[in-house]
């Protein structure tokens, strides 16, 4: 069961249903997709009561309007943005109530890229492998909203009252750049220990081509001493991949399920999320870590 409760009025650049994605399809040639930052996606849930990985809206530099067509509480995360509801401001990253006939106005992102907006109760669409996202690369899941778009809510049962004590994920730019960690990646040896010192030793710059699929990353070249062709293999979220070019690309939420360039390194689970929220032209810095390190 699922009732109307919203009407897109305006879109910024991007907004996006997405929950926790759909993985186990990899064989299937399927990506998991998903939110790109699944811990804001999973606090914005929590703060009005769903299930972690409820369907919300994912939204890209801000600018998202919606008339409310029935009561509604919402929380907005991510991205730190102005929220008002009829004009009035609203606290972000906290429940907030919106009453039949409001307008709710994000405005745009002080820091950051990504902000996400969960509705009490989670937002209803058609599943495709159990998962109600939008893949860009692939174009499965629901298409991006637009005006005139209506929102269902799925009227989920609650798993717990509204609140507002769930820590904050703030996402600013640090005034030294954005430090990653990650691990050691199963063609690091095609770099060898020059490659490793390169990958780690400089400040490397989000290109503006970056998306859901993958941040790539301008920089020094990385090169790479072994020149033979490598066989498609299968890649995950976080891996870093390194083209031709030697300009390393960072996958995200909607990456290929396989790739014939090698990776030298993989970004750990939640790093992905801070990677999610980088804007072009910020600076980022890999650390290799270990075992326990990951502590």
Not at 1 to 25: C, I, K, N, W, Y
Not at 62 to 86: F, M
Not at 112 to 133: D, K
Request: glycine share 14%; with cysteine; charged share 20%.
């Amino acid at each position: 069961m699922s009732r109307h409760a919203l009407t897109v009025e305006r879109v910024g650049p991007l907004a996006l249903l997405q929950d926790l994605g759909r993985p186990g399809h990899a064989h299937l040639g399927v990506s998991p997709s998903g939110a790109a930052d699944r811990g804001s996606l999973r606090t914005a849930n929590r703060l009005v009561g769903n299930a972690d990985g409820a369907l919300a809206v994912e939204v890209l530099a801000g600018g998202l309007a919606l008339r409310a067509s029935a009561d509604v509480t919402v929380a907005v995360t991510g991205a730190p943005l102005p929220v008002q509801v009829d004009g009035r401001a609203v606290d972000f990253c906290a429940p907030a109530f919106v009453p039949a006939g409001s307008l709710l106005r994000l405005g745009t992102p002080v820091t950051g890229l990504r902000s996400y907006l969960a509705v009490r109760g989670g937002l209803a669409a058609e599943q495709v492998f159990g998962s109600g996202s939008r893949d860009t690369l692939s174009g499965i899941g629901p298409e991006p909203l637009a005006v005139g778009s209506a929102l269902h809510v799925a009227d989920a049962d609650p798993v717990a009252a509204p609140r507002s004590s769930d820590v904050p994920r703030l996402h600013g730019a640090s005034p030294g750049g954005l430090v990653v960690r990650a691990v050691p990646g199963p063609r690091d040896d095609w770099f060898g220990p020059a490659g490793a010192r390169v990958l780690t030793g400089v400040s490397w710059t989000v290109a503006g081509d970056s998306d859901r699929v993958g941040v790539r990353l301008s920089g020094p070249v990385l090169e790479r001493h072994r020149r033979e062709e490598l066989a498609s293999e299968g890649v995950l979220r976080g891996a870093v991949q390194v083209p031709p070019s030697g300009q390393p690309l960072v996958f995200l939420a909607d990456h290929p399920t396989t790739g014939g360039y090698p990776v030298v390194a993989v970004v750990v689970e939640e790093d992905c999320d801070l990677l999610a929220q980088a804007r072009p032209g910020e600076g980022v810095r890999v650390e290799l870590v270990r075992g326990p390190e990951l502590g």
